[in-house]
């Protein structure tokens, strides 16, 4: 759930629509929602995608994930 609230946060942070995100990382806007709303995991590659088309490294989105975490 974490890593799907990072990619939103992210993503309306950026006033970026599901649909904009899933053009420039190259997956479908479906699987976005998904992630979003926690009903999907994510494998490393599309969180790689996620990130970078999000202007963040993995690293990054990660650190961001693991602070939602311990909230």
Do not use: P
Request: some cysteine; charged content about 20%; aromatic content about 2%.
């Amino acid at each position: 759930m974490a890593t799907g609230i990072a990619i939103a946060r992210r993503r309306r942070q950026l006033s970026m629509s599901q649909k904009l995100l899933s053009g420039l990382s190259g997956i479908q806007r479906s699987y976005i929602s998904d992630v979003e709303s926690g009903r999907r995991n994510l494998s490393l590659r599309n969180l790689v995608a996620l990130a970078g088309a999000l202007g963040q490294s993995a690293s990054t989105l990660l650190a961001t994930i693991e602070e939602i975490c311990t909230e």
